[in-house]
């Protein structure tokens, strides 16, 4: 297994190497180091492409490579799907995943037992399979790794909450034909940190359901790269987040067409309230010179409910092949459209009902993707109680 992974940059001058030009900043997601040792990325500094956006002040205790606290973080595993154990070097752990910053390269050796859930080929579940992680206190790292296997069919959820400093890596492998969901929720307490790294990769005719729900923490950064190997594959990356007062919601996402005819479909929703409230999106996608046939699209909205809120979109879209049905990208970040508020208060609805309308309105069509009812109610629930705290402060 090699230890780092980087194209190396190089100036010259007149035939020399000139010190000062030598160090070309990694702009493309494609182009970051990727190492399993901590030791390669060195501590961030924040000015790093990938981590300038997020507090590092904030996240610093999973940025530096100690031991996790025994008992930081309860497991509990229910639904169809047994749990077993991966030690490192025991396949498939290590088959998808490679670290792509100092948090997971630390998650990733400081977890001597990953958790291990697989599908068996042809198996379809109806029900869910449940991880419920919560946290007592103090830090933690977990390696989990989920593998659907050849033309079978699940769902696994993963619910966070209590409070913790936790760094999390999630491998997922969806073989020829499967077709998995994958749920992440956040609804840790306001004082929790957690930094995840979701790694997939989607093989021949198979899909990935990749959804990410963030209400609570005081920083949360969910970054989900899926790889869409195989002919025909299709990734479907979506995301809602909700957050308050002193809150950061950060995903960084990346999409690589590696295969031919491939389809991609991305779309984060965001709302945001209170004071230094904060959202980060950043969305890359490349489309690579062998996906020929490519279908892909990402997009992000974000809808800012009162001053002092702040929500960064940054979409990116990298092409290396002229050969595709379709690309495309979008952001948007804007306050309630005064039309629709003006037109509900005109029918006798009024304005603290108008603006829960407005808003619900706008996250349903992520909640509407899970396809678990009861799952959705609960959502639903959650966004209207975040809208009345929003109004008694």
């Not at 999973?62 to 639904?79: Q, R």
């Amino acid at each position: 297994m090699s230890s780092a992974t980087q194209a190396p940059a190089e100036t010259h001058t007149e035939g020399h190497i000139d010190p000062a030009a030598a160090f070309v900043p990694v702009q493309t997601r494609s182009e970051r180091l990727r190492s399993f040792d901590p030791s390669e990325f060195g501590a961030p500094t924040g000015r790093e492409v990938n981590w300038k956006h997020t507090p590092i002040a904030r996240v610093q205790r999973l940025l530096d490579d100690a031991p996790g606290d025994e008992g930081a973080v309860g497991i509990s595993v229910s639904g169809p799907l047994a749990a077993a154990g991966l030690a490192i070097g025991a396949a498939p752990r290590g088959e998808v995943f490679r670290p792509e910053d100092i948090s997971a390269a630390i998650a990733w050796s400081r977890s001597a037992e990953a958790l291990y859930l697989s599908v068996p080929a042809n198996a379809e579940l109806d029900e869910p399979s449940v991880i419920d992680l919560r946290g007592a206190g103090g830090r933690a790292h977990q390696h989990l790794v989920i593998e659907a296997g050849t033309n079978s069919r699940a769902t696994v959820i993963l619910r966070h909450a209590g409070t913790a400093a936790f760094a999390q890596n999630v491998e997922i492998i969806v073989r020829d034909g499967a077709d998995l969901t994958v749920l992440t929720l956040q609804e840790w307490d306001d004082d929790a940190v957690h930094l995840s790294a979701h790694q997939s990769r989607v093989d021949r005719d198979a899909r990935l359901r990749h959804i990410v729900i963030s209400f609570g923490g005081g920083v949360v950064r969910v970054n989900p790269s899926v790889e869409l190997a195989g002919s025909g594959s299709r990734g479907e990356l979506y995301g809602l987040s909700f957050a308050d007062a002193g809150q950061h919601l950060e995903s960084q996402v990346y999409m690589f067409h590696k295969g031919p005819q491939t389809s991609g479909d991305v779309l984060y929703k965001g709302a945001l309230q209170g004071d230094t409230a904060r959202s980060v999106w950043i969305g890359d996608v490349l489309i690579g010179p062998d996906a020929v046939g490519t279908d892909s699209y990402e997009a992000n909205r974000n809808l800012v409910l009162t001053d002092g809120a702040r929500a960064d979109s940054i979409p990116n879209l990298e092409i290396q092949t002229g050969d595709i049905r379709g690309a495309g990208h979008a952001s948007a970040t804007g306050r309630f459209d005064d039309e629709q508020l003006f037109y509900l208060q005109a029918r006798g609805i009024g304005e603290d009902e108008a603006r829960r309308l407005v808003v619900l309105g706008f996250l349903m069509e992520i909640v509407q993707k899970i396809g678990i009812p009861e799952l959705e109610d609960g959502l639903v629930g959650r966004i209207e109680a975040e809208l009345a705290e929003g109004e008694l402060r």
